[in-house]
């Protein structure tokens, strides 16, 4: 089992930049795959960016490619999301969450995560 907790969303204006952190507890936080997703008023989940448990592979939503990075501390048990050139659209809830399966897990996919956090407002302003 593990849980999540986000911090680091605010308000910032376009073109800013903020940096999210996922912290997890348990002790096996190595082996799941790790991403984040956002959830704007009025639309679904959609996922942002991934990555490997041994943060070989990185994964990103095309919306994001170039801005924003995602990283881990294994060590610390924590992922994180940096972002950089915000955009109005960039407006939503950010989730963290993590997936346990070892094998076929698609990064991009919803219902490959097992566990949630409860979300950080990310609003930026034009």
């Known amino acids: 089992q593990v849980q999540l907790v986000e911090s680091g969303g605010g308000l910032v204006q376009a073109g800013g930049s903020l940096r999210l952190s996922c912290a997890a507890s348990?002790?096996?936080?190595?082996?799941?795959?790790m991403g984040w997703f956002r959830q704007a008023p009025g639309k679904e989940r959609e996922f942002v960016a991934a990555?490997?448990?041994?943060?070989?592979?990185?994964y990103y939503a095309d919306s994001v490619k170039g801005r924003f990075t995602i990283s881990r501390d294994n060590a610390a048990k924590a992922v994180y999301l940096q972002m950089n050139s915000l955009k109005p659209e960039d407006t939503a809830v950010y989730y963290c969450?993590?997936?346990?399966?070892?094998?076929?897990?698609?990064?991009?996919?919803?219902?490959?995560?097992?566990?949630w956090g409860q979300g950080t407002q990310v609003t930026v302003s034009s």
């Open positions: 348990g002790r096996t936080f190595r082996s799941y795959g």
């Open positions: 969450a993590a997936a346990a399966a070892a094998v076929g897990w698609r990064p991009s996919i919803l219902d490959d995560y097992d566990h």
């Open positions: 990555i490997s448990r041994s943060s070989g592979m990185s």
